[in-house]
T-cell receptor, first 116, second 109 residues
Framework: IAGITQAPTSQILAAGRRMTLRCTQD?????MYWYRQDLGLGLRLIHY???????GKGEVPDGYSVSRANTDDFPLTLASAVPSQTSVYFC???????????????FGPGTRLTVL | GQNIDQPTEMTATEGAIVQINCTYQ??????LFWYQQHAGEAPTFLSY??LDGLEEKGRFSSFLSRSKGYSYLLLKELQMKDSASYLC??????????WGAGTKLIIKP
């Protein structure tokens, strides 16, 4: 089934722990994105990747890191989780690289993360 | 700065028509997207406008006025399944989407 998968679906994490959220797409899209969504706020971009091997910082990158070793996978790591990182995290992808053209972003189902 | 303004919540009746407005200020403009998001689910693409005017797609239409920094989403023949949040997202000069907080639409029988 074509699309984007994310894992885990939900997670409760103790503050200070390290956590990696996984994202995989099988549409061979060039660009991938990580957003967080908090109640009353719009989606906020954490990090993005225009193509495999490159990454960039979004609006709220502090406390998060990403890597893009290949086209399909774009993991997001919280090195030392804090309660303010409690949120719903969405991964998205688009065919065209951001900064080059307009293209629709398609979203994964999200990961609900609670940091205590 | 960049800013998106859309109503927090709207209520409409099944079978009726509703218009969800969005005003925006962005650094440059490369079109505007509308997404639908059901509670607990991912946003899904509805429409994209880059030129002024109305784009119709079935029961949903989207309008853009670039000079006014204004867009609306028009939903006709409302169904209960249209109860969701609707997200307005203009694209800035760096091709980044700037997301509004969304309008929660409640459909009543």
């Amino acid at each position: 089934i074509a699309g984007i998968t994310q894992a885990p679906t939900s997670q409760i994490l103790a503050a200070g722990r390290r956590m990696t959220l996984r994202c995989t797409q099988d549409m061979r899209h060039n660009a991938m994105y990580w957003y967080r969504q908090d109640l009353g706020l719009g989606l906020r971009l954490i990090h993005y990747s225009n193509t495999a091997g490159t990454t960039g910082k979004g609006e709220v990158p502090d406390g998060y890191s990403v890597s893009r070793a290949n086209t399909d996978d774009f993991p997001l790591t919280l090195a030392s989780a804090v309660p303010s990182q409690t949120s719903v995290y969405f991964c998205a992808s688009s065919d065209e690289a951001s900064g080059g053209a307009v293209d629709t972003q398609y979203f994964g189902p999200g990961t609900r993360l609670t940091v205590l | 700065g960049q800013n998106i303004d859309q109503p927090t919540e709207m209520t409409a009746t099944e079978g009726a028509i509703v218009q969800i407005n969005c005003t925006y200020q962005t650094s440059g403009f490369n079109g505007l997207f509308w997404y639908q998001q059901h509670a607990g689910e991912a946003p899904t693409f509805l429409s994209y406008n880059v030129l002024d005017g109305l784009e119709e797609k079935g029961r949903f239409s989207s309008f853009l006025s670039r000079s006014k920094g204004y867009s609306y989403l028009l939903l006709k023949e409302l169904q209960m399944k249209d109860s969701a949040s609707y997200l307005c997202a203009p694209m800035d000069s760096n091709y980044q989407l700037i997301w509004g907080a969304g309008t929660k639409l409640i459909i009543k029988p």
